[in-house]
């Protein structure tokens, strides 16, 4: 019964704290520590002595006080660093005003992909949608070349977002199909400092357009992944 006593008596300063923020919080913060240490205290009294057992019994309430203050708030008591390793399929569509031929010219463009589904770590996060825009000096030849598209801003299946900035493209044609490997790094929200590695398929379904109208959209199957370890 002392025991449940004693724990009712922190909870009850533990709900001073969030009844009451700023100094009053601090107050019954230490409030909530001087009661764990009061019943330490009262505890080994007949077995130590009081002045030895005082200094580590007392770091150990502090520690104590701390934990229950932070859950009292709502909040964990760390917050540990997070390693990240998602794999996300989908699929990309660029559109391109006026269509690419071979001779190069200024086009207007803009990308936006379908990310589903996502696996991996973290578990919260299952799907995503990204996109850019832009104009550039563009043709059918420096599509399949090696410049990195501008920043992409995905966003997440949590409500959060990222940006990836591209910087490294390698360009393959395994078959005729344009294969770009983009090699980048999250420069702003979540994730951030995270590499990724963005590869698209680019199928060639407009085979003649390149020499008459001109291109007007490329699409295909494209994975992303991200990657930290911490």
Same mark, same amino acid.
């Given at each position: 019964? $002392?025991?449940?006593?004693?724990?009712?008596?922190?909870?009850?300063?533990?709900?001073?704290?969030?009844?009451?923020?700023?100094? $009053?919080?601090?107050? $019954?913060?230490?409030?909530?520590?001087? @009661?764990?240490?009061?019943?330490?205290?009262?505890?080994?009294?007949?077995?130590?002595?009081?002045?030895?057992?005082?200094?580590?019994?007392?770091?150990?309430?502090?520690?104590?006080?701390?934990?229950?203050?932070?859950?009292?708030?709502?909040?964990?008591?760390?917050?540990?660093?997070?390693?990240?390793?998602?794999? @996300?399929?989908?699929?990309?569509?660029?559109?391109?005003?006026?269509?690419?031929?071979?001779?190069?010219?200024?086009?207007?463009?803009?990308?936006?992909?379908?990310?589903?589904?996502?696996?991996?770590?973290?578990?919260?996060?299952?799907?995503?949608?990204?996109?850019?825009?832009?104009?550039?000096?563009?043709? @059918?030849?420096?599509?399949?070349?090696?410049?990195?598209?501008?920043?992409?801003?995905?966003?997440?299946?949590?409500?959060?977002?990222?940006?990836?900035?591209?910087?490294?493209?390698?360009?393959?044609?395994?078959?005729?199909?344009?294969?770009?490997?983009?090699?980048?790094?999250?420069?702003?929200?979540?994730?951030?400092?995270? $590499?990724?590695?963005?590869?698209?398929?680019?199928?060639?379904?407009?085979?003649?357009? @390149?020499?008459?109208?001109?291109?007007?959209?490329?699409?295909?199957?494209?994975?992303?992944?991200?990657?930290?370890?911490?």
């Amino acid at each position: 019964m $002392a025991l449940r006593a004693w724990l009712m008596e922190i909870h009850r300063l533990a709900g001073r704290t969030i009844a009451n923020p700023g100094c $009053a919080a601090i107050e $019954a913060t230490h409030a909530v520590a001087r @009661c764990i240490r009061r019943r330490m205290t009262n505890e080994s009294a007949r077995r130590t002595d009081r002045g030895a057992a005082m200094n580590p019994r007392k770091n150990i309430a502090d520690a104590l006080a701390s934990l229950l203050f932070l859950s009292a708030l709502g909040f964990p008591a760390s917050l540990p660093a997070q390693t990240v390793g998602l794999t @996300c399929l989908g699929t990309e569509t660029a559109q391109y005003n006026p269509g690419m031929t071979f001779t190069p010219q200024p086009v207007a463009f803009s990308v936006s992909g379908l990310l589903a589904p996502c696996a991996g770590v973290p578990l919260g996060v299952t799907s995503a949608s990204y996109g850019t825009s832009g104009t550039a000096n563009l043709s @059918c030849e420096i599509l399949s070349g090696v410049a990195p598209t501008p920043p992409l801003t995905v966003h997440w299946s949590d409500g959060t977002t990222s940006v990836i900035q591209p910087s490294t493209v390698v360009t393959q044609r395994p078959v005729g199909e344009v294969v770009r490997i983009e090699s980048g790094q999250i420069v702003s929200g979540r994730f951030l400092g995270a $590499a990724t590695v963005r590869t698209v398929t680019l199928l060639q379904t407009q085979l003649d357009a @390149c020499s008459t109208t001109g291109v007007e959209s490329v699409g295909g199957p494209v994975v992303l992944e991200i990657i930290k370890l911490l």
